[in-house]
């Protein structure tokens, strides 16, 4: 299942890079949870599209895949993105787990590390 967990993922990307949350919903389940890091889990699909949705004056990302490591039931993927958000373009590391059942996403936990421009000394971490 490794090879077809890799390929939703490149497919829940390409959604979000489209800003099409529906996409990604289509390989979840109705009880999805989602788990940005710092923030309340996101419980089922009507949770999630509003969630998304109240993110109305960010831009969709454009995401760089680094890697994604698939073994049994989970799945891992990381690299980096970018995205405006209030007119301003910024640049964030990430790293998304997602937990599988068959071919069904159950859970994603999402980390993010936002990038400080040049010259602006260490990163540091926000959700």
């Not at 099409?20 to 996101?42: H, N, R, V, Y």
């Not at 999630?48 to 993110?55: D, F, T």
Request: proline content about 3%; some cysteine.
């Amino acid at each position: 299942m490794s090879a077809k967990h890799k390929e939703i993922i490149e497919k829940v990307n390409k959604g979000f890079e489209k800003n099409d949350a529906e996409i990604f919903l289509g390989f979840c389940t109705d009880d999805i949870q989602w788990q940005m890091s710092g923030d309340e889990p996101k419980k089922g699909k009507d949770s999630v599209r509003e969630w998304i949705a109240s993110m109305g004056d960010v831009g969709p990302p454009k995401i760089n895949t680094t890697a994604i490591i698939s073994e049994g039931d989970t799945a891992a993927c990381y690299g980096d993105m970018k995205m405006k958000e209030k007119g301003e373009e910024n640049f964030y590391s990430f790293c998304d787990i997602y937990k599988f059942s068959g071919d069904k996403i159950t859970e994603l936990r999402s980390f993010a590390v936002k990038e400080k421009p040049a010259g602006k000394g260490q990163r540091s971490a926000t959700a």
